[in-house]
């Protein structure tokens, strides 16, 4: 499953956010058309195997990317006993916000189109930071939990792609009852055949890693 890449073009970056600081990975391919901001699931990190997975994916079609944590060093120990901060969507989406401002700011990003690919309950924060952000041009939702975006919905215009596994019967059931709310105009649901929640199964993440190429090449180049 392993997609080789250049590592050179990997930069550890540091992003500020309010009084703490983020911790990220930024990938800037030659000729890049555009940057994919990765917001990881619950109880994850930016070194998530999938997301990783995905991401290099996109650098080889043309994409830069960005995986970064939501949470800080002592929050991520806090949030194992707790598990209270995975779950807390205003507060993730005010992270994904400040780390879109800096990717507006950054020099070497500032002229890019973003995207988000959001899973688990990222996905939800993906949806609710694009309310408003003309220049977040497309959402992707692996697994995700849009249903926990609320009242934001209504309000998403990004064109947005939902990638659920066929044997994930409650994530279907959940993004299925919350698909004709999504206020955006150009907006699909993919299932993965025979692929469970974490797309552990042959050819499954490839396979979201193929749609979500093709979705960000359409709306984000």
């Known amino acids: 499953m392993a997609i080789e890449r250049n590592i050179e073009h990997e930069v550890k970056i540091t992003i500020p956010s309010q009084d703490i600081v983020l911790d990220g990975n930024l ?17 994850s990190s930016r070194f998530s195997p999938r997301n990783r997975f995905v991401a290099q994916y996109l650098n080889k079609g043309g994409f830069a990317t960005l995986l970064f944590d939501l949470l ?33 700011n950054n020099p070497d ?14 996905a939800a924060a993906a949806l609710v930071s694009s309310v408003g952000r003309k220049n977040v041009k ?9 249903d926990m975006a609320g009242e934001a919905l209504a309000k998403i ?20 009852r919350v698909y004709d709310i999504l206020g955006a105009q150009a907006k699909r649901m993919d299932i ?30």
């Open 192 to 221: 993965v055949p025979g692929a469970t929640h974490l797309f552990e199964e042959p050819g499954a993440l490839e396979k979201v890693a193929e749609l979500a190429l093709n979705w960000f090449s359409k709306y984000l180049s």
């Open 157 to 176: 215009s990004a064109p947005t792609l939902l990638i659920v596994g066929g044997e994930d019967d409650i994530v279907i059931e959940l993004n299925n």
């Open 72 to 104: 800080t060093r002592s929050e991520e120990a806090r949030d194992l006993i707790t598990a209270d901060l995975r779950f807390d969507i205003d507060l993730l989406s005010e992270r994904l916000s400040g780390t879109t401002e800096w990717l507006f």
């Open 27 to 43: 990938y800037v391919p030659e000729n890049a058309k555009g940057i994919v901001a990765f917001v990881h699931g619950s109880g």
């Open 109 to 122: 990003t500032r002229e890019f189109q973003i995207g988000y690919f959001g899973a688990s309950t990222g």
């Open 138 to 146: 497309a959402v992707v939702s692996r697994g995700g939990r849009p």
